[in-house]
């Protein structure tokens, strides 16, 4: 016999987890996947790939070059948060926070759309590197089986490598958060077609019609912001190639602005037919339903093929998409899935809770939604169990099963931790001042041993 009333059920469950466990305060609930990480040490051996979500990871730790390149974007992204303060983010590359670290970027230009265009902000900056460009970094393509997927030969985590940056802030004022939680899909339009019109682009040579996106639908609020900020970026980002050719493009994003440096991505890579394109994201949420997913794998060989090795290493760290998650942050797993959004790969998973993590503490995840990364903080929470019960897919009595969980806060309802591990990422991002967040005071540097990964000097 069904519930006729599981909204009750879900008030008297979500009570008695507060009432019925040992400590009251639901703050200090700890998860499955945290109670298995302090029982647990990380293990050491690294074995990475790609697979299906059934098959998850097996190994932890990634190479410290991969890390040190994955810090380093932690701090540009940083930046963005300068970008409409009083202070600013002013040429050559100044600004009050972590500006002095990147000494050979010049600024080409920010941008910052205000609370009536969806409030779209960051920067774009020419990086210089410290060696020219080579031969060697020129971009090179290669069509496999007719995939979507294409190849450069310029190195992914060269940090002394030129290249042209583009960063997308994050969630940073009520305008972006009304954006964050507005979840009606709409019809996904390859780009060029930024109305929806379907009549293309000059610029495109009409390389985006040849790459329809089929059965697919974005979130509304994320398409309006790439929408907002293109007109300012896209101009900008032509010119700069224009005048550096042979810089490959690294898009940032922390947030929402992982979820717009996505759609951008997408538009640079198929619309435009820019190979060189590597994105690096923080803390993205959910940007569309499957076949979304599907079209951005297959675009960014996320997907490994079944007679590739899963356990090259080099290989899956060196991909052009890199999600980077962290263990406890919430918005990865938002929009919810029970509203049709879905997870893409590319992840790359932090399991330490607090600042500062090494090498072993993160891990290259597996297919779109690994269990042994976020994926597995979703999976049989007693949130789960609620709206399949809304939906008619449970029992009231299988209630005993869940009862266990119960006193457990499911990690997409830990909302309060959108002001830490949402924001802990090598850093605590989020803040402009100088040294950045407070919480990153008297933090020393990270130690790599790798050229460029920092610079002690003062001056610009």
Known sequence: ???????TLLLLLIGNSALGTADANPLAAVTDTEQRQRQQPLDKSRSHGYGSASSPSTGSGVSVPFFASLERMARLVDITYCVGTISGLSPPFLC????????????????????LMSDSCGYIAV?????????????????????????T????????????????????????TIIDL???????????????????DDDSDGAGKAHKCSNCTVHMGFMASWRSAREVVLPALKEAREKHPGYPVHLVGHSLGGAVAALAALELRLSLGWTDVTVTTFGEPRIGNQGLVDYLDEAFGLKRDGDEDDDDDEAAETLPYRR???VNDPVPLLPLTEWGFRSHAGEVFI????????????????????????????KGDWLDWVLGLMRGDEKPVDVVRWAAKLGVVPARLKLWQLFFAHRDYFWRLG???????PADWGRGKYNFNVSSAWDDSDDL
């Open 182 to 200: 507005s979840t009606v899909p709409q019809e996904y339009v390859p780009y060029p077609a930024p109305d929806g019109d379907g009549d293309g």
């Open 431 to 437: 803040l402009c001042v100088p040294g950045g967040d």
């Open 127 to 151: 990086d210089r590197g410290s060696k020219a460009a080579s031969a060697d970094d020129v971009t090179t393509e290669e069509t496999k089986g007719g995939s979507l997927l294409t190849e």
């Open 351 to 378: 399991a330490k809770a607090d600042l500062p993590p090494d090498p072993a503490d993160l891990q290259v995840c597996r297919g779109d939604e690994d269990p042994a990364c976020t994926g597995g903080e979703e």
């Open 153 to 176: 030969t310029a190195p992914v985590d060269d940090v002394d490598s030129p290249a042209i940056v583009v960063a997308f802030r994050g969630t940073y004022s009520l305008t972006n």
């Open 96 to 115: 009050a926070s972590r500006c002095k670290d990147f000494p050979t970027l010049r600024l080409v230009r920010t941008w910052n759309t205000g609370v």
């Open 324 to 326: 980077i998650t962290h």
């Open 1 to 7: 016999m069904r519930l006729k009333n599981p909204l």
